[in-house]
């Protein structure tokens, strides 16, 4: 996922809350916009270097919280990858009935 619709449409949040929080990691430098579109203007959202460097410690405390988690309830699934990366994943959703 590098684009505005790809992470809106993933993490089903509203657009307003996506644009802060992308506006957040850019601030930080973790992400970097690019323009892929002039009109009207798109961006793709690209780690930076610190965002690579950030994925392991993130990944490790990942494993350290499924570590610790009680095990999930029913009615909810895991994740078998994480969507951005592709790693394995142990976080678990809530499924929608």
């Not at 850019?26 to 690209?46: C, D, G, I, K, M």
Request: proline residues 10%; aromatic residues 8%.
């Amino acid at each position: 996922m590098r684009r505005f619709d790809e992470f809106q449409r993933s993490l089903g949040i509203a657009t307003n809350t996506l644009t802060r929080r992308l506006t957040d990691l850019v601030t930080a430098s973790l992400l970097e916009h690019r323009p892929y579109q002039s009109n009207p203007p798109r961006f793709e959202y690209l780690l930076t270097e610190a965002g690579r460097d950030l994925r392991p410690v993130i990944l490790t405390l990942m494993a350290w919280g499924a570590k610790l988690s009680p095990p999930a309830p029913p009615g909810s699934t895991t994740a078998p990858t994480c969507i951005s990366c592709a790693l394995p994943s142990t976080l678990t959703f809530k499924t929608r009935q």
